[in-house]
């Protein structure tokens, strides 16, 4: 059973930043793309930022671009998506995602 489970989000101000986690089990990120997913309330799901199996061709939406940094640690099994200079816009439930498998959600939310 593939598993992935998200941590790090919460209430930051505009400017502040947060690391988000996304612990996975049962599949090896090594051998995978792994992608972060972000939901605003009252909206779709938004492609946030991936990096490739070999852990090279990183790629992000233009909205975060400069901001956020997606990174993974193999011997961890876990990747990370660094996010810094938050903006309100920024707020919303954010997902890891593999293949067809997606983590719960961690909630963030950039406020004053």
């Known amino acids: 059973q593939v598993e992935f489970v998200e941590s790090g989000g919460g209430l930051v101000q505009p400017g502040g930043s947060l690391r988000l986690s996304c612990a996975a089990s049962s599949i090896r990120l090594s051998q995978y793309s792994v992608a972060w997913y972000r939901q605003a309330p009252g909206k779709g799901p938004e492609w946030v930022s991936s990096?490739?199996?070999?852990?090279?061709?990183?790629k992000y939406a233009d909205s975060v671009k400069d901001r956020f940094t997606i990174s993974r640690d193999i011997t961890k099994n876990t990747f990370y998506l660094q996010m810094s200079n938050l903006k309100p816009e920024d707020t919303g439930i954010y997902y890891c995602?593999?293949?067809?498998?997606w983590g719960q959600g961690t909630q963030v939310t950039i406020a004053s």
């Open positions: 990096i490739g199996s070999a852990g090279m061709s990183l």
């Open positions: 995602k593999s293949e067809e498998y």
